[in-house]
């Protein structure tokens, strides 16, 4: 293993000094650990924390990341980090429709064939975002299961083809999720089959649109004559109709449609942030974004959108196939330019390696990032340029100081002479000696004051070009200046000017690059606060010279507001299980509802720490609705106890005591009351003469059970309605295996006493 804490120090003491070993020092404090101890993983936590955070202070952010960069890959090695790369990439290849798993195989193949330290970091950096993706989708995943899982235990009782083959396709997603693999396919199969079952559970009218009009009848009396155009099927005769089911809105009652029309929403809803998810990139693009607005108003009113949804999802592969061949012409046009270029194969050939990456990138399915290449080819194209009119320029000034030189006298004609015949390729060299032996020609021919005037001429140049080389690094060539003015030598300004402009090219191609690293980064800040970056990052790279400091400052606090809301997300979730374990016993619709939210939150929790921000906001989405839950299954808990003390305790044993003591039927009523048997209950009752229903009436009318606390109880439940401030449904209440239906019905209360087994279908009955 290499000294890790001497190849640190090597690397930073010519940039910090003496300072680079207290920095040292204090990050070994910090790990608790000796010099010889640091591992390559301390090694890299102090590079990428204190060392970095130093050396910015020091230099430019991006040469301070460059040489973190090159420490990196000399402790760890080309190997290792490969290997690194390589065993990533298997992981994530199964996920061929992410752009970054593209661009990751791009860059793989590419440091397969030769090294390349600033590639490595990418390929870490992709890495870190893939890992970071993908908790945020096993965490949609695990909401994805939960709300199956709950469909399934509402449709279980159907049975059929559909139900077995749903929960197939759940345990398929539970074992993926255990695993830590998603299963897209899955998981939208079987939503829409779940959704497809709910929407029948919801409603017993369902038209088939390859059949004939057939009438099913499942119940004793005919349906209505206004319904003979509808069928009425089971789901194991719905499982062999061609197509998906669907459902007659018109023939339900108006909450019936309402249920089904929120279902239909809601998964619209998800469908629709899976797109946005998928097709991020693409949200602004002119042919999607009018669409998007549309489809998400419609929805945001709880409208289904149907077939719109559809359309949008085209318009965004639509949108995809553009970008795609946009960036492939223009590839080839900056390949045609780069090819163009009067320069050498040498100084071409890193663009050159650039583009063909960039194309592998396409071909992979990635979006490579063109604006850094076009700035770069543009600097070759500047500096194509450049070194023209430096010829030119070189060229003109020789015959300018040929024509002085002849004007002056014999002194002065060996130097004329061997100007002249100077050739083109050697003035770089030779015409600044010329200069020098001219100003000490003319010091010894006493024209002292024409060689001051071009002296302060120079002097007063060399001034205003200081302050802009000496930010773009140009001291040296600052102090070659001012050392010639000294000795009284005319520097070479213009080769000053073109080196100024170089630096400013090759400055903005640097900034260029790190934006587009840094834009990488705000994009998973999206609806964190990343949008004001991206904004800002945009406003930056029109700049003539970008900095990149200002955002690199943004994101940072992005993530230090990212850590904050980690922590208080830590926090609530601790809270909020501690307050359900107290609530665990009580059972009702709001409790059900929040108990499918368990398992998501609970793997929330887990993840926690590994989540980005996307994953981040969507914990607190998820746990702001399980709050809001908790708050209500609270309220309804307390109304419970409540409910139950104004019970008293004699009726409630009278009301138990109809049951024996082996959970046999409840006893017989007088002989000739109005209820005694089944079958001499009202005709409107007929369809609920369900099997394992053992006592069915109103309460008004003689019952086999004991009236006075079925009254207690129904004022009891009376006074729940007005302290929740809602209109009660069905009750039941199971007391073994038994259970108590109390349910308001055309004005009365009915009665019902039957087994638990028959729940289900006995409430599916009583609200159709």
Do not use: C
């Not at 469909?151 to 197939?168: D, F, N, T």
């Not at 023939?251 to 019936?256: C, T």
């Not at 009018?290 to 999802?313: D, F, N, R, S």
């Not at 009580?586 to 793997?603: A, D, I, M």
Request: glycine share 6%.
């Amino acid at each position: 293993m290499p000294d890790v804490y001497k190849t640190i120090l090597e690397a930073i003491h010519p940039h910090l000094g003496a300072r680079a070993v207290a920095v040292l020092e204090e990050g070994l404090k910090r790990l608790g650990k000796r010099p010889s101890e640091l591992t390559l993983a301390d090694g890299a936590h102090l590079l990428k924390g204190l060392v970095f955070r130093e050396l910015q202070a020091r230099m430019r952010p991006e040469e301070a990341r460059q040489l973190v960069e090159g420490v990196l890959a000399q402790m760890e090695g080309q190997g290792a980090r490969l290997a690194k790369l390589e065993q990533g990439l298997k992981r994530f290849g199964l996920y061929v429709d992410w752009p970054e798993v593209a661009r990751l195989r791009a860059l793989v193949n590419r440091l397969r064939q030769a090294e390349d330290p600033g590639l490595l970091q990418e390929g870490k950096t992709l890495l870190d975002a893939l890992e970071e993706k993908l908790e945020e989708a096993l965490l949609r995943q695990a909401k994805d299961l939960a709300h199956l899982e709950e469909a399934l235990e509402r449709v279980r009782h159907l049975g059929g083809p559909k139900v077995r083959r749903l929960e197939s396709l759940v345990e398929t997603i539970r074992q993926a999720q255990g695993e830590g693999v998603l299963a897209q396919a899955e998981v939208e199969r079987a939503r829409s089959l779940a959704l497809e079952l709910r929407k029948f559970l919801e409603s017993s009218t369902v038209k088939a649109p390859t059949l004939p009009e057939i009438v099913f009848e499942t119940q004793e009396t005919p349906p209505p004559s206004h319904l003979t155009d509808e069928v009425f099927l089971t789901v194991e005769e719905a499982s062999e109709l061609e197509g998906e089911l669907l459902v007659d809105l018109e023939a339900l009652s108006q909450e019936a449609s309402q249920r089904i029309l929120a279902l239909e929403v809601e998964e619209e809803k998800r469908k629709l942030e899976a797109l946005l998810s998928r097709y991020a990139p693409l949200v602004e693009r002119a042919t999607v974004s009018p669409l998007l607005a549309e489809v998400q108003a419609l929805l945001e009113a709880g409208t289904p959108v149907g077939e719109k949804l559809q359309t949008l999802e085209e318009a965004f592969q639509e949108a995809e196939k553009n970008l795609r061949a946009e960036k492939r012409a223009r590839l080839i046009q900056l390949q045609e330019a780069l090819r163009q270029l009067p320069l050498p194969e040498e100084a071409k050939d890193p663009v050159q390696k650039a583009l063909e990456l960039a194309e592998e990138t396409l071909e992979e399915g990635g979006y490579p990032d063109l604006l850094p290449l076009e700035e770069e080819l543009r600097r070759l194209e500047e500096e194509a340029r450049r070194k023209a009119e430096e010829g030119k320029r070189l060229l003109a000034e020789k015959e300018a100081l040929v024509e002085e030189l002849k004007e002056k006298g014999e002194a002065f004609r060996p130097l004329l002479e061997e100007l002249r015949a100077l050739p083109l390729e050697a003035l770089p060299q030779r015409l600044p000696e010329v200069r020098a032996q001219y100003a000490d020609l003319l010091k010894a021919q006493g024209e002292e004051a024409a060689l001051r005037a071009k002296l302060e001429e120079a002097q007063k140049a060399l001034e205003a070009l200081k302050p802009e080389a000496l930010a773009l690094g140009l001291k040296e060539k600052v102090a070659e200046a001012e050392a010639l003015l000294a000795q009284g030598s005319l520097p070479d300004l213009e080769e000053l000017r073109s080196k100024l402009e170089e630096a400013k090219a090759q400055a903005r191609g640097e900034a260029l690059l790190e934006l587009s690293r840094l834009q990488a980064l705000a994009e998973r800040f999206r609806g964190f606060g990343g949008e004001g970056v991206l904004r800002a990052i945009a406003e930056e790279k029109g700049k003539p010279l970008p900095d990149p400091t200002p955002i690199a400052r943004a994101l940072e606090a992005l993530k230090r507001r990212m850590e904050v809301k980690r922590e208080e997300l830590t926090t609530r979730l601790t809270a909020f299980f501690q307050a359900h374990a107290r609530l665990e016993g009580f059972q009702s619709e709001t409790g059900r509802r929040l108990k499918s939210l368990l398992p998501v939150l609970r793997s929330a929790q887990e993840r926690l720490p590994r989540l980005g921000p996307q994953g981040l906001l969507q914990v607190e989405k998820t746990l702001t609705q399980a709050e809001g839950l908790l708050r209500e299954l609270e309220k309804e808990a307390e109304a419970a106890k409540a409910v139950l003390r104004e019970i008293q305790g004699a009726d409630l044993e009278a009301l138990l005591g109809v049951f024996d003591q082996g959970g046999g039927p409840a006893r017989a009523a007088p002989p000739g009351s109005e209820a005694a048997s089944l079958g001499e209950q009202p005709a409107d009752l007929s369809p609920l003469r369900l099997p394992g229903v053992e006592v069915l009436g109103y309460l008004e009318a003689a019952l086999p059970l004991p009236r006075e606390p079925l009254e207690a109880l129904v004022q009891a439940l009376d006074q729940l309605d007005k302290g929740l401030g809602q209109t009660r449904g069905p009750a039941a209440i199971l007391l073994g295996e038994k259970a108590l239906v109390l349910a308001p019905r055309k004005g009365r209360i009915l009665v019902a006493l039957l087994e638990k087994t028959s729940l289900s279908a006995f409430l599916l009955e009583l609200a159709s």
